[in-house]
């Protein structure tokens, strides 16, 4: 009656479309804020053996951070490039660096413990890689296959990456508790890393060469599941089922040897319905005896790439419950045709290319014995993701409800001090399609605008629009708050760089002013207090909130024809599209002329094409007095460098 079970998962085995020719480049950041590959050392250095081989404490399962890594930089579809990628991989090791310890664990290494590096990574992409910022992070990915991912990253970097990408080992909405992730939509199930311990490929062992024919080990935690398995120990001799209170019932290498020797491998639900034996089962050649709940959408990988029902045994859900249950599922798969065993491990052993990264058997990260289908299987999971519907897509975490006493950052100042982020006429929303767009003025920001008129035309605010067209909403009240704490608004802005736009704003306001009437309004300026100045001589951070709230989108206006044009073809819900237009006739706004300096026409681009700026910025020390001036503004924005202007005023002086 139970082997009926077998066909199940059949049914979640649909499929997802993707391009034929699927060849998305993928760039992998090396810096070292991002890159943590150099902690391995410092692991091996603390425990005496490579972090993918440390079976102490189970710590190599969860390793697949560094498996997917070292994967992807031998990759066919890597790319050296960051402005041809379509995925951007950013190598944090977040279990290595936690010790993979659950409590406030930490690997000193180089002096930083793990929080002090998480926050450096964290600093880098929110205020030095644009790439990042382009689109959100919502083309980035990262694996933390541990269940303390979550608490190991912290609140902050919930916030920055929450459309984001990350592979985990139970994806939402089965257990979110593990990545703690805002956006349900954007978690991949990954595997855990199999045993290092268990037979290799060419180790893999007949069904006629296997003399154990069940197998558990593993702790009881309260679970009649798994108490209840210890009756087939009486009736079949030939198996072998530990079941302890505490200890694990054998030690690595031992487990190792029988589970590679076992015909079937029963997977009770543990703590959660996840669980490594399932990998190391596939590993070894055991068929997985498993329930049809743990083969749900969420526990275990690639659902629509893998039809588990070729190669696993599935069970009713209560088939662990009882003695009888157990042992009446165990007589049919004992008695189970010979043929049907063998057809069931034919297929496991073509699974495990997809289910499990690799081999080694010692500690040079430079002999991993890699399958690249596993990891080729986790791209096509975060491809899908980030394209089936929009890379802005969200489908947000009950926590939202309550956000604020859940996040350290995007929560509004006081109302008593929203005006040191706002003056009115900066911020546009499209409330139906919950978009902010911060537009400081000379930032080159006027094709967003246009976008946005565009697109509002067919809205139900078109009648309310008073300013040129747009719904421009003041910073306050308690709209406010929901679109500064929640992740399902997007926040975009368009920035400058500050040279330019300082001096392109004062030749715009006061066209007639000599070089040495500019020295003078720069050197009153940098005296005065913030809050003294002009409107469009704020510094671009000043606006919107950008100094307390994560954005999820800076366009440099620099870069303003590429990214633009990817920022609005990815934003959600069609905008476009569903107003009867086609892309390409809301996407033009990039290809104007006057994106060339337009705020000066034609003045503006000859003054910086060659050394004419020098007339107004003839000495070092006149930079140095604006880049004190915007510091917050080169600080937030770091892709914009002072000492660049020095080497130009060096070149031209000369």
Not at 446 to 457: A, E, T
Request: glycine share 6%; with cysteine; net charge negative.
């Amino acid at each position: 009656m139970f082997l009926f079970f077998v066909g199940f998962l059949s049914l979640f085995h649909v499929g997802f479309s993707l391009p034929r020719s699927y060849s998305p480049k993928i760039y992998i950041y090396e810096n070292r804020e991002l890159d943590w590959s150099y902690l391995l050392d410092c692991y091996k250095d603390k425990h005496g053996v490579a972090a993918w081989r440390d079976e102490e404490g189970e710590h190599s399962q969860n390793m697949a951070e560094v498996w997917v890594h070292q994967t992807l930089l031998k990759h066919n579809l890597r790319t050296y490039d960051p402005n041809e990628a379509d995925m951007f991989y950013i190598p944090l090791y977040i279990s290595v660096s936690s010790d993979v310890e659950p409590m406030a664990g930490s690997l000193m290494c180089d002096g930083l413990t793990h929080m002090e590096r998480m926050g450096r990574a964290l600093d880098y992409l929110s205020k030095e890689s644009k790439y990042f910022k382009n689109l959100g992070g919502s083309d980035h990915f990262l694996v933390c296959a541990w269940w303390r991912c979550g608490a190991a990253m912290g609140n902050r970097a919930r916030v920055l990456f929450s459309r984001s990408v990350i592979g985990i080992n139970e994806s939402p909405p089965v257990n979110n508790m593990w990545a703690r992730w805002e956006c349900k939509n954007r978690v991949v199930t990954v595997p855990y890393v199999s045993s290092t311990h268990i037979t290799a490929e060419k180790d893999w062992k007949r069904t006629d060469e296997r003399d154990i024919s069940f197998f558990f080990a593993g702790r009881v935690r309260g679970r009649k599941e798994r108490e209840n398995m210890a009756v087939l120990g009486s009736i079949y001799p030939d198996s072998i089922v530990g079941v302890t209170e505490w200890n694990w019932t054998e030690e690595p290498g031992i487990y190792g040897d029988h589970i590679s020797s076992s015909q079937f491998c029963l997977m009770p639900r543990g703590d959660t319905n996840s669980s490594r034996r399932f990998f190391d089962a596939v590993s070894s050649g055991c068929i997985p005896v498993i329930t049809n709940h743990q083969l749900g959408l969420g526990n275990v990988p690639f659902p629509t790439q893998l039809n588990y029902s070729d190669f696993v045994i599935t069970v009713p859900d209560d088939a662990f419950l009882t003695e009888e249950s157990v042992e009446l599922f165990a007589e049919d798969l004992y008695n189970m045709d010979h043929s049907l065993i063998e057809e069931k491990r034919d297929n496991l052993y073509e699974a495990r290319k997809s289910l499990v990264y690799g081999y080694s058997y010692n500690d040079n990260v430079d002999d991993l014995a890699i399958i690249k289908g596993t990891v080729n299987k986790i791209l096509k999971e975060v491809y899908h993701i980030m394209n089936s519907f929009s890379k802005w897509e969200c489908d947000p975490i009950e926590w939202w409800e309550h956000a604020a006493s859940y996040l350290d950052v995007s929560i509004p100042p006081p109302l008593d001090k929203v005006s040191d982020w706002a003056l009115g006429s900066e911020s546009i929303v499209i409330r139906e399609e919950r978009l902010f767009t911060c537009t400081p003025p000379f930032t080159g920001s006027r094709p967003m605008r246009d976008f946005l008129r565009k697109v509002q035309q067919g809205s139900s605010w078109e009648i309310k629009n008073y300013h040129g067209g747009l719904d421009i909403v003041r910073l306050e009240g308690p709209e406010l708050f929901d679109i500064y704490s929640r992740v399902g608004w997007v926040k975009m802005s368009m920035v400058k760089d500050p040279i330019v736009r300082f001096l392109s704003t004062f030749l715009k306001r006061y066209p007639k002013k000599s070089p040495e009437e500019f020295s003078k309004f720069l050197e009153d300026l940098y005296y005065m207090e913030e809050k003294l100045y002009e409107y469009d001589f704020r510094p671009m951070v000043s606006f919107c909130g950008m100094r307390y709230a994560n954005f999820e989108s800076i366009i440099p206006f620099e870069d303003v024809h590429t990214n633009g044009k990817k920022l609005l073809e990815s934003l959600p819900n069609d905008l476009w599209e569903k107003n009867g237009k086609k892309w390409k006739d809301g996407l033009d706004v990039f290809e104007y002329d006057y994106l060339e300096y337009s705020s000066m026409g034609n003045k503006e681009s000859d003054i910086f094409d060659d050394c004419k700026w020098v007339e107004y910025l003839s000495s070092g020390h006149l930079l140095w007095q604006i880049s004190e001036i915007y510091k917050e503004d080169y600080d937030h924005f770091r892709w914009y460098n002072i000492e660049e202007w020095y080497t130009k005023l060096e070149k031209c002086t000369s």
